[in-house]
Structures are given as structure tokens and as C-alpha cells.
């Protein structure tokens, strides 16, 4: 089977062929050609059936099956003579029967088989095995190999040295007559435990918390109800803690940091924050550009066609620098327009540093995001529906409310005195000369300190300890996932760290995300990673253990499945009874010792 799973090259001129086989499940094909009186296949093919299919009788079943096959490999015989195997052997009739007998379905697609071949031949199903194994679910591994168990734990050395202590310990030799073996186990319960071998642990936790990931606890109630050895539950807790499919599925608690100041601003628009927000389609018009100045809480918003570089560009330069002058920082999350050259150069340009916030992460740009809600809220109460036309009213009514954290309102920032606002009776005349009134409005504008923003509520701080010396993390995925899609990737390797920020490797390339989206991954400790080391090593065809666990009824005895294809002779391991492998001198349970 190795051999045959190997693709050649095709040469020109040679024979070919098509084996297919079919099973309850999913049909399997291989494409292939003789050369030097051997087949060697050229391409493979195989389909699961679905529940309609699956109903087919076998005939139809392994018809279907050549049918996928010349469809599926039409580009390749196309024009050529080849012959189709299948150990189904009715088929080998199917052009010689009376077309009144076949079905609409074998009816058409004997038709589209007779346009490539009618050259049907069997096949015994021992020598089909190609297609054999294409078009099987993936089996289970085999029944219990108690022989296999009995041999490892006559080569443990902490399995002798252990029994060989003075005291007599209650670890003794069961007999399974069924199987004609004896294995070591623990009897001191009312069901009897085997002893497991030091390498072949890691297998047995596998097999057991693979079936649905429970947490700490229940893997621990789960091995060691039906499997004994020292040290298990330390070693099911951190086998448990650093399982990746279960950091990477489960949710604990999210990250929650403590929120950073922004630099004080010495003016008015030297900081402003710039976000798109997508709206409904109105007279040409389907975004919009938000401004919000960091020192005054001025807002601005210009509706835009497009979200292109160039658009946004055009609009900042030609509504907020217009009026506004050239501000020192501003603040933008990675948007394609932002992050575009154009951008950058827009920026180089004008001598505008420009702080680039964190992938999903609205919370370092929240000035204008929660501008953002207010806006929406209020185009929504004027009916929405042409809120382009609604839009000043709706800008004059926020810049002239008041700001609780000001105690003053924006207008009032910017231009030194309230605005004029509709079904407004009565006005304060200024009688002071306009040279007056400049000075004293310069003055009051330079005295103007400031104002830090509000944040309402009470935010709970929590970041895992872990974070400040994890060399791997998990990525929370926030972007939008099915039902099945894990809500972390990862692990990641960490490159840098900071208070708020973490530069990460993903996919080769470096990545600045917030603290608020990791979580500390949790690897195995330097000795269990050397014996992962060596349950990979064991992964090969030569030398593999697959153990499972099976209960048979009326039998309290676990029964352990050991697919194993190594010499009893194989050196497993060398720790010590006393001192455990991280180095810690123990003292086993009583249940261990003699004299009880």
C-alpha cells in the first residue's frame, strides 16, 4: 500500500486505467498506468455519498462510483483507450443487458461511461485495495493487545523498582485468561487498575481526554477510575492545563487592562481622531469621514461616495486642514484608506505623526467612536431616511450641547462664544470696541487648560499574570466565525511586550495586537516536553503505541487497547522510584504500601 500510494509521472503511450471501489460511505478511484508489467498509479480520487446515495443499492453504488471517476478524471483519458477494474462483477454486464431493465439514473450514466470506455473488467477485492482504503471511513484502531501491555510493563524500571521494595506493595499480578496474559494493576478498589508504563501515559491521557476535553477535574475522575500509575493526577492537571485544543476553544475570562492616557495637548486641533462609518445610500453618498478634535470635542462630519484612499484624503485636506489648519497628531485605526501610501505621504507631507491604533480594538480610538453613537442616535430620531440633508442640523445641535466633562460646549471652544440657535429671542450685545473684545478673547482662549476625558463606569482590571513571561500566546478572534470555528488562534510566538500592546508572529510576519485580545498559552513543563519528544518518536510505523480505553459489559476490568508494532525489547525509559522526573523527591500513598 505504500508503494501504490506513490504518483508517478506519466509516459506517453502507456497503458492506463481506472480502478474505483464503493463503500456505505464515500466512492474511491485511482488513476493508472503499466510500466515494466506494474501499475503505478497517477492520480487519486475520492467522495463521500450523501444521505441520498447512501441508499443506493451496491450495484448503483459502484456504477456511481465509475461514473465520479470518468468525471473526475476526463481531462486525463479523454481520447484515450483505458480500462475500468471494480470487484463488483455484475458490472462487467451492464452494456450486454437490455436497456429496458435499467433504471433512468444507470441509464444516463451508462451513456456517459460508453462515450470514454466499455471495457469493464474485475478485479478481486484483496488486490483492489487502492481504491479499497479511498473509499472507507477512517477506521478504528484494533482490539486489545493485552500481550503488548504485559511485555512494557516488564521492560518499566519504575514498574520493578517499585515492586521490588522491601515492603510488599498492593500492586499486584492479575491473570486475564481470555487473553492467556498477566498484567499488573491495582486491586485495592472495586474495580482493578493497570499499572500504565511511563511511555505509554501520555497516550492513555490522550485517548481519554480526547473524547470531549473536560476540564481538570474530570480527567482526573476519568483516569484514574480505570488506570493507575505515580504521580497521575499532577500529571493529568498539566497535561490537561496544556492541551491546545482546549486553550484554544475554551473561554475563561477576557483580558481586561487598565486604561492609558493620550499626551496632553498644548492648542485646539493639535490632536484630532479621524473613522469612517458606513451609512445608507443618499444622494450619492454612502459614507461618512468623522473628525473630532481632541482638545475642544469639535465634530465634523463629511459624507464621502467612497471609501478610497484618495477620497478620504481629499476630504480631510480640503474640509478639516482648510479651516482648521494642520494638526500634530492624529489618531486612525488600520483601515486599507489609512494604511495606504497616499496616506502616508498625505502625512509626510504636512509633518502630521500619526498614531496607528490596535486590530479590533475601537477602545484606542474611542473619542470618535462613541462620537459615533450620538450621531447615529440623532440622525435616527430626524426619521433617517435623507440624512444627508439632516446632517448640519444635527451637527450644529451636538457642537452647541453642552460637554458634562467641559462644563462648556464645543462651540463655545472653538469660536469663543455660544452659536445662534433657532427660536433663540434674545441676544447679548458686545458694546466693547472689536479691538477690545480680540484681546480679551485671545487672552481667555490662552488660559484654557486641557480637560482630561471622561470615562464613565468603573472598569474591572484583570490581566493574567501569566502574560508578563509567556513566550506563547492565544489571539482571541473577534472578527465574525461560524459555529465551529475556535474563538482563539494560536499559540503565537511573542516577539515584544508592553503595557497595552504585544508584537506577536503570525504567519511569519510581525503583528502589533492589544493585550485585551490574548491570553497566556500554557506549555509542558522541560521533563514532560522531553517525553512528548518521545511519544512523537513513537508515532512512526515502526515503533507506535495507540491505547484506548474499552469497557465490556458485565467486566469491571478496563481493558487496554494497545495498537503496537514494537519488539518487546524496546528500552522504555530509565526514571527513577524516589525522585520524579521534575527532580522532587515524593512519598507514595498508603494505598501503595504494604501493612494496611
Not at 518499566?156 to 521490588?164: A, C, F, I, N, T
Not at 485580545?517 to 516536553?529: D, V, Y
Request: glycine fraction near 4%; charge should be positive.
Amino acid at each position: 500500500l505504500a508503494d501504490a500510494a506513490i504518483l508517478a509521472h506519466p509516459v506517453p503511450n502507456a497503458l492506463i486505467s481506472i480502478v474505483v471501489d464503493a463503500s456505505d460511505f464515500s466512492i474511491g478511484g485511482a488513476l493508472q498506468q503499466r510500466v515494466n508489467n506494474a501499475w503505478q498509479p497517477l492520480a487519486f480520487y475520492t467522495k463521500t455519498l450523501n444521505s441520498a446515495q447512501r441508499k443506493y443499492s451496491a450495484y448503483d453504488r459502484e456504477l456511481y462510483a465509475i461514473y465520479s471517476a470518468i468525471r473526475y478524471f476526463r481531462h486525463m483519458v479523454e481520447g484515450r483507450n483505458f480500462t475500468i477494474f471494480t470487484d463488483h462483477k455484475p458490472l462487467i454486464y451492464a452494456f450486454n443487458q437490455k436497456l429496458d431493465k435499467c433504471s433512468p439514473r444507470q441509464f444516463r450514466h451508462l451513456d456517459f461511461i460508453s462515450q470514454f470506455s466499455t471495457d469493464i473488467q474485475h478485479i478481486k477485492g484483496s488486490e483492489n485495495f487502492v481504491a479499497d482504503a479511498l473509499s472507507r471511513v477512517q477506521s478504528i484502531s484494533p482490539a486489545v493487545d493485552h500481550v503488548s501491555l504485559a511485555a512494557a510493563q516488564e521492560k518499566d524500571k519504575e514498574l520493578r523498582d517499585w515492586l521490588s521494595r522491601e515492603q510488599q506493595t498492593l500492586i499486584k499480578k492479575v491473570y486475564f485468561p481470555e487473553y492467556n496474559t498477566n498484567l499488573y494493576c491495582d486491586t485495592t478498589g472495586a474495580v482493578i487498575r493497570p499499572f500504565v508504563p511511563l511511555h505509554l501515559r501520555r497516550a492513555v491521557f490522550n485517548s481519554l481526554h480526547g473524547l470531549s476535553h473536560p476540564g481538570i477535574r474530570a480527567t482526573q475522575h476519568l483516569i484514574t477510575s480505570r488506570f493507575v500509575w505515580p504521580a497521575i493526577n499532577k500529571d493529568c492537571r498539566e497535561w490537561t492545563r496544556a492541551c491546545i485544543s482546549c486553550q484554544r476553544c475554551k473561554v475563561t475570562r477576557h483580558v481586561s487592562a487598565p486604561v492609558q492616557q493620550f499626551e496632553n495637548m498644548a492648542d485646539r486641533f493639535e490632536h484630532v481622531h479621524l473613522d469612517i462609518i458606513s451609512m445608507s445610500y443618499c444622494q450619492g453618498y454612502r459614507y461618512c469621514l468623522t473628525c473630532v478634535d481632541r482638545f475642544s470635542r469639535w465634530p465634523e462630519v463629511i459624507p464621502i461616495a467612497d471609501m478610497e484612499a484618495v477620497t478620504v484624503a481629499t476630504a480631510f485636506l480640503s474640509t478639516w486642514i482648510a479651516c482648521f489648519g494642520i494638526p500634530s497628531r492624529i489618531t486612525t485605526d488600520q483601515g486599507r484608506q489609512f494604511e495606504s501610501a497616499l496616506f502616508a505621504e498625505l502625512c509626510n507631507l504636512l509633518g502630521t505623526k500619526r498614531i496607528r491604533t490596535t486590530s479590533y480594538h475601537p477602545q484606542a480610538n474611542g473619542l470618535v467612536e462613541r462620537f459615533h453613537r450620538q450621531l447615529k442616535a440623532a440622525i435616527k430620531c430626524h426619521g433617517g431616511n435623507n440624512w444627508v440633508a439632516t446632517l448640519p442640523i444635527v451637527l450644529l445641535g451636538i457642537r452647541t450641547a453642552i460637554k458634562e466633562d467641559l462644563a462648556t460646549t464645543a462651540a463655545e471652544l472653538v469660536y469663543g462664544t455660544s452659536l445662534r440657535l433657532p427660536a433663540e429671542f434674545f441676544l447679548t450685545r458686545n458694546d466693547n470696541p472689536t479691538s477690545k473684545f480680540v484681546v480679551d478673547l485671545k487672552k481667555r482662549m490662552s488660559d484654557i487648560k486641557p480637560t482630561p476625558v471622561r470615562r464613565h463606569g468603573e472598569k474591572k482590571v484583570f490581566v493574567f499574570k501569566e502574560l508578563t513571561t509567556s513566550p506563547y500566546v492565544f489571539l482571541r478572534r473577534d472578527a465574525v466565525r461560524g459555529l465551529s470555528d475556535p474563538p482563539y488562534d494560536g499559540p503565537y510566538k511573542v516577539l515584544e511586550r508592553d503595557e497595552k500592546s504585544f508584537i506577536i508572529e503570525v504567519n511569519d510576519k510581525k503583528c502589533r495586537v492589544s493585550i485585551d485580545r490574548l491570553k497566556p498559552a500554557f506549555t509542558l513543563s522541560e521533563n514532560i516536553a522531553e517525553q512528548d519528544q518521545f511519544d512523537e518518536s513513537c508515532d512512526d510505523d515502526e515503533q507506535g503505541f495507540t491505547i484506548q480505553v474499552k469497557c465490556d459489559a458485565g467486566n469491571p476490568v478496563p481493558a487496554v487497547i494497545v495498537n503496537s508494532n514494537v519488539s518487546s525489547d524496546v528500552s522504555l525509559g530509565n526514571s527513577r522510584l524516589i525522585t520524579t522526573r521534575s527532580g522532587r523527591s515524593v512519598r507514595f500513598p498508603d494505598r501503595f504500601q504494604a501493612g494496611l
